[in-house]
Antibody, heavy 120, light 108 residues
């Protein structure tokens, strides 16, 4: 059973960079069968896909966030990470990491989510 | 960019049938997936590839697609089905993921 766990600061100041890490257990990021995604949900709002990474390092980002987003992978630690720069209050959200099969394109495993608040 | 449109809310009495729609241009050429999200929890996949159910999901949940609209149908609705529901597709032309805006299902 694959498990994902987000970690990182719960409070970030405006204009700074939000950094989160997702640790994967029960499966290998290097298997080549999956994409590893970040998804966020502002309080009371819907889901927004941020982007995903393949184990090789190939990335795809939501065009609306592309200029501020970097997703990276550390296969030795079985982790992938999110950096979102120049944050504002609008970036306050629950951030989820999730796995997507390259075959089915569904998000079949999700982390529990972590709330990141942007405030001074 | 590709857009999926869902109604903000659907209300249904217990025991009745709820239908939640998801509209998108040329959605017929894409696989549609549906997620249920209860307050404070991560989304859970309830239907994938338009009409397939993951193991453990009750048969009351079903999916279909006609023209430019996909539909999640929940039969014999129970109080425990009250949640937000999201449709999702993978836009193969851009390799991007798209979610619908979500529909809040209220069980009266």
């Amino acid at each position: 059973q694959v498990q994902l766990q987000e970690s990182g600061p719960g409070l970030v100041k405006p204009s700074q960079t939000l950094s989160l890490t997702c640790t994967v257990s029960g499966g290998s990021i290097s298997s080549g069968d999956d994409y590893w995604s970040w998804i966020r949900q502002p309080p009371g709002k819907g889901l927004e896909w941020i982007g995903y990474i393949y184990y090789s390092g190939s990335t795809y980002y939501n065009p609306s966030l592309k200029s501020r987003v970097t997703i990276s992978v550390d296969t030795s630690k079985n982790q992938f990470s999110l950096k979102l720069s120049s944050v504002t209050a609008a970036d306050t959200a629950v951030y989820y990491c999730a796995r997507t099969s390259t075959v089915t394109t569904v998000f079949d495993y999700w982390g529990q989510g972590t709330l990141v608040t942007v405030s001074s | 960019s590709y857009v999926l449109t869902q109604p903000p809310s659907v209300s249904v009495a217990p025991g009745q049938t709820a239908r939640i729609t998801c509209g998108g241009n040329n959605i017929g050429s894409k696989s549609v997936h549906w997620y249920q999200q209860k307050p404070g929890q991560a989304p859970v996949l309830v239907v994938y590839d338009d009409s397939d159910r993951p193991s453990g999901i009750p048969e009351r949940f079903s999916g279909s697609k006609t023209g430019n609209t996909a539909t999640l149908t929940i039969s014999r609705v129970e109080a425990g089905d009250e949640a937000d529901y999201y449709c999702q597709v993978w836009d193969s032309s851009s390799d991007h993921v798209v979610f619908g805006g979500g529909t809040k299902l209220t069980v009266l």
